[in-house]
Structures are given as structure tokens and as C-alpha cells.
């Protein structure tokens, strides 16, 4: 029997290709992917990113999903978020092969229901593992179909539809795909808006032969920056690798907070839905929910991750949520995430305007803020309640623990603690009313993480 907790995940699966994912086990997963959906649907859409790894291994999945009897429609390459709008517009279960901004030699899967609904621990992914684990039951019937269908032109005029930039002034964007998925769907969809693109690493390339997928890494950033500023660029966008995040720099390199964009973004859909809930998760800046209730919205506060953030969308009937990561959910995108449909918001509340785009995201950026701080610790929980101690007998201190440890001091300031789910590590995220307080509540907190 495998042992697959190394490689299960909270929300998708995702290991080393070779030592930890193989196409035998990838072919199990399929099989047991087709058990748990098969009563609800007749077919599986299948894409993949440009790994080398993802062609054979979406093949194997395939293999697995046809042998208990379901089709398969499989979209070749795409970025998760398009793999997402064919789930939705499908109405089908899907799969992505992806291991979004990790190193060459991962791989991963991420899966969804009909709708782009999530598949995670708790809906789905513990009964994968379980059925892998045990052994897939052979089934005695017909085996399935492979069918392949081309999505991305249909995935961006839906996008497009949904944000209108025909009114924008004429724009000139750098877009830094770190060779992943943008560069595959950024031409189609951007072709015929007002928007000149400055490419920066379009080749498909899963060896990411410049620098590494994760644009929430400053050192990412870099060469998106120096272009910005070379070409005299309106704004800058990085994705990540398989392009359902997206980053943001302005017209001077300068990075914009994700919660920023979050807020941004959140007050076009408001005004489009009056009253409607937003959410954001614990980690974002408190100017976030500020800025939703000022706009008459809803503001509602999560755990960090996109199976939490559905799910709550789900719940409340939300109209859009956004993470500190850069992960954006729209409820006409079937709740699911979509870097692209933030870019194009960003790009029309831009292009609506003739001030640049510092000024425009100045009036969504009310607080200082550390980013996320990683540790490396041997006991997470002891180091947590460490923390916990040094700041719970605190007068007018409070503590909750929805997602780790958010400790909101008086005066505004606040801090969360987070174990990372798939490393020995602790993720620190401080905000303040300025730089020099954030400091000093950083160096507080990782004195006692780091002693």
C-alpha cells in the first residue's frame, strides 16, 4: 500500500516527478478521480501547463479516468484558470497538470468538480487517497473516450466580456510570463484591446531558464521592474507559472500590494453589485474590509486558501474575494480564481483615468506591511504557542486562532503566524501604520520564532 501523505496536499497533489509522482500512480489518481465523480458527470476536461512532465502525465490521468468507463475532453495546454472556464462552461469535472510556481522537477494535480467547485481534503481529495492507497477496483465495462477541444479563444472573450475596455485610453503594458502559461493565453487575450504589450519571457519553457514562476518573490520581479521603467510603461504584470495569479507593478516599478488590487478590484465589482459580500482572507490588509464597508459592501474574513475562499463564496453568495498571495475569485467565474480577469479590472480602472497608476492604487494602500516572512523551525506548535504566551497576557491584546495565530494589538497593528501546510516552516505576516512599527513588531515576533 503507498503512502501518499507526502504528496496529498490540502487542496491538489503535487510532488517530485520521478521519485514521488510517476505515470502509474498519476494513472491510479485518474481512476479514482472517475470513481468519486461518476455519479455526477459522464466526461472529465483534462488540461495541462508546459512542464515537460505534465503532457505524459495528463496523458496517464486520462488513462486512469477512461478505464472506469468516463470520456475525457482533454484541452491540451492551458492555465489553470482556463482549465477553470472550461470546468465551468463544460459544466464538467476537471483536472490540471501543474505544479504553478514550483521548481522544474515538480508536478502536480489540481481538481474540480462540474462548475470548477474544488476538490480538497475535506470534498473529495481524502477519499482519492484512501481509494489510491487500497487499490482502484477494475471496472468490467466499456472504457471511456479521449476527445480534444480547443477553449482559449472561447476562455477569452469570456473574460472579455466581463471587463469592458473599449473606453480605455490606449495603454502600454510589460507582461513578464516568466515562461508559464501567460504566455500562451496574454496574446489571445489581449489581442484587439487598446493595449500595446511589451513581452518578457513568452517562450514556453518548464525549466524557467530565467528566473523562478512566483512573482510574490521580490527577486522575481526584478527584470519586470527595470523593463517598466525602460520602456516607459503604463504598469507591469507578472504571472505565475501556471497563470492564474497575477502581480502588479506601477508605472515607476514599484510593487502593488495584492490587497491593494484586492480592494480595487473588489469596489468595481461592488459597483456593478451593490451590497454584495467580499471576501478576503485573514493575512490581507485591514484596509480591505475598511474599503468594502465604505462602498457599501459586505466584508467577510477567511482562512488563507482557495477550498476556504469557495467554499465561503459559496456560502455567502460573495461577489468576489482576493488573497495576499494574488489569488482573485470572481462569482462569475464560477467562484473560481483568475489572475487574468484581475489584470484586465486593474487594466480598465487604469485605463478609465488619465492619472497613473500610483495614484490610482495610492487611495487602496492605507498601511505599512511586512509581506510574508518565512522561519524555519523544528516544532511549529512550540514555537506558536511561544508566541502565543509572549504577547496573550498583554493588556488590551487579542488572539484568535481561525488560521494559526492573529494577534491585533492596540493601536491598530496586527500580526498572523501560520504553519505552512507542506514545509517545517512558519509564515509571518505583520501590518502597521507605518514602516518603522512594522519593524519593530517583525524583529519582536522572529526573536522569539527564531531563539
Known amino acids: 500500500m503507498p503512502d501518499l501523505s507526502g504528496i496529498v496536499k490540502a487542496y491538489d497533489i503535487r510532488g517530485v516527478v520521478g521519485e514521488q509522482l510517476d505515470a502509474d500512480l498519476v494513472r491510479d489518481f485518474g481512476a479514482a478521480f472517475a470513481l468519486l465523480i461518476k455519479p455526477e458527470a459522464p466526461s472529465v476536461v483534462i488540461g495541462h501547463d508546459m512542464r ?12 486512469g479516468v477512461t478505464s472506469q468507463g468516463l470520456d475525457v475532453v482533454s484541452i491540451g495546454l492551458a492555465s489553470t484558470d482556463q482549465l477553470y472556464f472550461a470546468s465551468g462552461s463544460l459544466n464538467l469535472p476537471g483536472a490540471m497538470f501543474t505544479a ?21 481534503q475535506d470534498t473529495g481529495l481524502a477519499e482519492i487517497r484512501d481509494t489510491v492507497e487500497q487499490g482502484v477496483p477494475e471496472f468490467e465495462g466499456q472504457r471511456g473516450s479521449v476527445t480534444e477541444r480547443d477553449v482559449l479563444a472561447d476562455y477569452a ?4 466580456n466581463l471587463v469592458d475596455l473599449s473606453g480605455s485610453r490606449p495603454l502600454k503594458i510589460v507582461v513578464d510570463a516568466g515562461n508559464g502559461m501567460g504566455g500562451h493565453t496574454v496574446p489571445t487575450v489581449f489581442e484587439g484591446l487598446p493595449i500595446d504589450v511589451v513581452p518578457m519571457y513568452f517562450e514556453l519553457d518548464g525549466t524557467f531558464p ?41 508605472e515607476r516599478g514599484e510593487p502593488v500590494s495584492p490587497s491593494a488590487i484586492t480592494a480595487l478590484v473588489a469596489v468595481r465589482e461592488l459597483a456593478k453589485d451593490p451590497g454584495g459580500t467580499i471576501i478576503h ?15 457599501g459592501g459586505k466584508p467577510v474574513r477567511t482562512r488563507v486558501g482557495h477550498s476556504f475562499i469557495k467554499a465561503e463564496m459559496a456560502r455567502t453568495g460573495a461577489i468576489f474575494g482576493g488573497e495576499h498571495s494574488a489569488h482573485y475569485y470572481f462569482r462569475d467565474f464560477w467562484r473560481a480564481d483568475t489572475g487574468m480577469l484581475a489584470a484586465l479590472h486593474v487594466l480598465a480602472a487604469l485605463g478609465e483615468q488619465t492619472g497613473p497608476l500610483s495614484e490610482l492604487t495610492s487611495a487602496y494602500s492605507r498601511y505599512a506591511a511586512s509581506g510574508e516572512i ?12 511561544a508566541v502565543k504566551d509572549a504577547f496573550g497576557t498583554r493588556s488590551g491584546v487579542e488572539l484568535d486562532e481561525l488560521d494559526g495565530l492573529t494577534v491585533q494589538l492596540p493601536g491598530g497593528a496586527w500580526f498572523n503566524l501560520r504553519p505552512s501546510n507542506t514545509e517545517p516552516l512558519l509564515r509571518l505576516n505583520v501590518e502597521a501604520a507605518n514602516a518603522e512599527a512594522v519593524q519593530g513588531l517583525v524583529d519582536e515576533v522572529l526573536a522569539i520564532i527564531r531563539n
Open 52 to 63: 515537460d512532465s505534465s503532457p505524459g502525465l495528463a496523458t496517464a490521468f486520462a488513462e
Open 100 to 120: 504553478s510556481h514550483n521548481p522544474a522537477k515538480y508536478n502536480g494535480i489540481k481538481m474540480c468538480r462540474a462548475g470548477a467547485s474544488p476538490v480538497g
Open 157 to 160: 472573450a469570456y473574460l472579455r
Open 210 to 250: 530565467n528566473h523562478e514562476a512566483n512573482p510574490l518573490d521580490p527577486a522575481n520581479i526584478v527584470d519586470l521592474q527595470a523593463k517598466v521603467r525602460e520602456v516607459g510603461a503604463d504598469a507591469g504584470i507578472a504571472f505565475d507559472g501556471d497563470a492564474d495569479r497575477c502581480f502588479i507593478v506601477d
Open 281 to 295: 482572507n485573514l493575512i490581507t490588509s485591514k484596509g480591505v474590509p475598511e474599503i468594502v464597508a465604505e462602498h
Open 374 to 385: 518565512n522561519s524555519t523551525v523544528d516544532d511549529q506548535v512550540a514555537k506558536m504557542m
